[in-house]
């Protein structure tokens, strides 16, 4: 039985530091990328293959040459703001790439997958912590994508018998506990890198979107796991996979929120710098709060996230850009 395992979007953030698990766990991640938003230095684990995930005749040879296990499927573009201005970008790459994944696995006769999902097809919710069966609400193209997605794999298991597991992540954060990797995206939207750029002066001023959500200090309040965390899960969903489980969807998180305000002052606290901010308006697709329930997660996989307190986010992710803030943002 081979151990090759498909890995699309492996030169990515969180693809990178999967194919890192696997490796370390015997598997030989095969990276399918075509390195648009992902890098040449984070494939180092296992083999590659430069493609587009659209290319359904290219993964059909792949995945004919290699014989996978399995396929761990990232290839998606991520970036609300950019979703909202661009809508049909997102509807292409991530609906129509998923679409040509399936059917290369389809013909190929591949039948186990794991997705990177997301929190955000829940969108604005009164619950305090989001549970799996709480309702879909994507409020911006990005995260009605990953909506869609999900729906592509309910379909194709009814009709073709493929399993998948869904892991809806929250906020993923931190960086390889070896500076080996870590969170590197052009040009860079997430809230923790920006805030060390500011506090490096690699960016003037660290703007915080919106002051008047209904949260404890007015800003966004959100659920972060680490990304080595992450890694594990992935792993471990596909094991389950391939041990005959059947599909499921689960929540990754930790149960715990932190708001934006906090997030800087902790980060000034680990990089013992001034993170200079300013106070914006609300940014169109941003939700109040999303918090995990990750019961689910834990009773199905076993999964517990040891990396994920705060402090070790961002310790870690403190650690990689002291590292790595000499390229050029």
Same mark, same amino acid.
């Given at each position: 039985m081979s151990e090759y395992v498909l890995v699309t979007g492996g030169a990515g953030y969180i693809g990178a530091h999967t194919c890192k698990e696997l490796a370390a766990h015997g598997y030989v991640p095969v990276v399918y990328d075509n390195f648009v938003t992902g890098h040449m230095d984070f494939v180092r684990y296992g083999e590659f293959c430069h493609g587009d995930v659209t290319d359904t005749a290219k993964l059909v040879e792949l995945i004919l040459q290699k014989k996978p296990l399995g396929v761990i499927h990232f290839a998606s573009f991520i970036n609300v703001g950019e979703s909202v201005l661009d809508p049909g970008k997102y509807y292409v790459n991530n609906l129509h790439g998923t679409l040509s994944l399936l059917e290369a696995m389809r013909v190929t006769g591949l039948r186990a997958i794991v997705v990177s999902g997301t929190c955000a097809v829940y969108g604005e919710t009164e619950a305090e912590r989001v549970g799996e069966e709480t309702p879909f609400n994507p409020m911006n193209p990005y995260a009605a994508s990953k909506a869609f997605m999900e729906r592509f794999l309910d !379909?194709? #298991? $009814? *009709?073709?018998?493929? =399993? &998948? *597991?869904? +892991? /809806?992540?929250?906020? $993923? &954060?931190? $960086? !390889? #506990?070896? *500076?080996? +990797? #870590?969170? /590197?995206? =052009?040009?860079?939207?997430h809230l923790i890198p920006r805030v060390f750029m500011a506090a490096c002066g690699l960016i003037p001023a660290l703007s915080v979107f919106g002051t008047d959500y209904p949260t404890p200090d007015g800003t966004c309040l959100r659920d972060y796991i680490h990304v080595s965390d992450l890694a594990v899960a992935h792993r471990l969903a596909l094991e389950k996979l391939l041990a005959g489980g059947q599909s499921f969807k689960v929540n990754l998180g930790t149960g715990t929120g932190y708001s934006v305000r906090e997030i800087v002052e902790r980060c000034g606290r680990i990089a013992g710098k001034k993170i200079p901010f300013t106070l914006e308006g609300r940014r169109a697709g941003d939700v109040p709060s999303l918090v995990a329930r990750v019961d689910a997660a834990k009773k199905i996989l076993g999964w517990i996230p040891c990396h994920s307190s705060l402090d070790n986010i961002l310790s870690t992710a403190w650690k990689w850009f002291e590292k790595d803030n000499a390229r050029a943002f």
């Open positions: !379909d194709y #298991g $009814a *009709a073709y018998g493929f =399993k &998948s *597991a869904v +892991l /809806r992540y929250f906020n $993923a &954060s931190g $960086a !390889d #506990g070896d *500076a080996e +990797l #870590g969170e /590197r995206h =052009k040009p860079e939207t």
